[in-house]
């Protein structure tokens, strides 16, 4: 079983806490337009909004912690309270057959099972330290099969 991925889905940015407004504000000014927002619960917690690049179908996805306990508060306490690169996600067709697939080659899943993400998607994390025996691609990767919402 081989892995199909169809394309860069988005970029994601972490933001520190109290500085969404701030950070969507600057890339409305840079041509970005908001196309979706969302409070995500859950494991992640965050508050997304998602940005659209030009009439592009590329996007950037700003990621502001809804509290301590989020995974992007921890990666920002990390990097000194400063944001930054969050992940890069890839989009595929099917999330379990990608999963299958990057789980019998070895890599390194953070999450069990695909699971629910924002706008409907179904994700699935891999960890930055990614293949059990050959080393590390050093950046968070998701993985995301587009719901109902987001698609044609």
Sequence with gaps: MSIHIELIDHVAIAVPSGQLDAQIALYEKMGFRVIHREEVYGKDLVREVMLQVGDSGNKIQLLEPLNE????AKQIEKQG???GLAHVAFKVASAQEAFDSLKEAGFNLIDAAPRPGGSGATVFF?????????GALGVLYEFVQE???HAP
């Excluded at 306990?69 to 992007?72: L, Q, Y």
């Excluded at 891999?126 to 050959?134: F, N, Q, R, V, W």
Aim: hydrophobic share 10%.
């Design 69 to 72: 306990d989020s995974p992007v």
């Design 81 to 83: 309270g400063r944001g």
């Design 126 to 134: 891999l960890h930055p330290k990614s293949h059990t025996t050959d």
């Design 147 to 149: 719901g109902e919402e």
